[in-house]
Nanobody, 123 residues
Framework: QLQFVESGGGLVQPGGSLRLSCAFS????????IGWFRQAPGKEREGVSC????????YYTDSVKGRFTISKDNAKNTVYLEMNSLKPEDTAVYYC????????????????WGQGTQVTVST
């Protein structure tokens, strides 16, 4: 049974940092693309970053390039999203998701979703 456990969200001041974690059980990450998405109040969900385990490629939406870094620890079966220089507009519920295969576009269907973790950037 596939399970996700997301953690690392919280309240941080603008300019601060957080690291989100998504720990998987029930399968290994080797053949999956793992994405981070976010949804702010009143807005549509958007793709933030994705890592394709098969080819090692990483992807970022323009608004987070240079500030966010996605990585994975195979031994811990965990994917991380390191978020630096956080801005109020980064405030959202962040979700991790998985799809078998490689990442092709933000429009592709991710089959497995976590419950989400709240990130709030505010003074």
């Amino acid at each position: 049974q596939l399970q996700f456990v997301e953690s690392g969200g919280g309240l941080v001041q603008p300019g601060g940092s957080l690291r989100l974690s998504c720990a998987f059980s029930g399968f290994t990450l080797d053949y999956y693309a793992i994405g981070w998405f976010r949804q702010a109040p009143g807005k549509e969900r958007e793709g933030v970053s994705c890592l394709s385990s098969i080819d090692g490629n990483t992807y970022y939406t323009d608004s987070v390039k240079g500030r966010f870094t996605i990585s994975k620890d195979n031994a811990k079966n965990t994917v991380y999203l390191e978020m630096n220089s956080l801005k109020p507009e980064d405030t959202a519920v962040y979700y991790c998701a998985a799809v078998h295969g490689v990442f092709r576009s933000w429009k592709m269907k991710f089959d497995y979703w976590g419950q989400g973790t709240q990130v709030t950037v505010s003074t």
